[in-house]
């Protein structure tokens, strides 16, 4: 279960890895945090910033035409 949700939808490319920049700098190590986007750019950016930042992606799912990411911070 996450700890802390980032609400994205709505926004477009960067903002979805804005936010969730910004909340898993103020989350601590091991704990998770989903990130929910409309923007279909998040299915490749997401993964790709996790593993640049080395967290760890624990789960990605569409539903309903959203993207839910859940995110491990390092």
Same mark, same amino acid.
């Given at each position: +279960?996450?700890?802390v949700? /980032?609400?994205?939808? *709505?926004l =477009?490319c $960067? +903002? $979805?890895? #804005?936010?969730?920049? =910004?909340?898993? %700098?103020?989350?601590?190590? *091991?704990?998770? /945090?989903e990130? #929910? %986007?409309?923007?279909?750019?998040?299915c490749?950016? /997401? $993964?790709?910033?996790? %593993?640049? +930042? *080395? &967290?760890?992606? !624990?789960? =990605?799912?569409?539903?309903? *035409?959203?993207? &839910?990411?859940? #995110? =491990? !911070?390092a």
């Amino acid at each position: +279960m996450p700890e802390v949700t /980032v609400d994205a939808r *709505g926004l =477009q490319c $960067p +903002m $979805p890895i #804005i936010k969730l920049s =910004q909340a898993i %700098s103020a989350a601590t190590s *091991g704990q998770l /945090v989903e990130l #929910i %986007s409309t923007d279909r750019g998040s299915c490749t950016d /997401v $993964p790709a910033w996790t %593993s640049d +930042m *080395g &967290h760890v992606l !624990k789960e =990605q799912r569409e539903e309903n *035409g959203e993207f &839910h990411f859940l #995110i =491990q !911070k390092a």
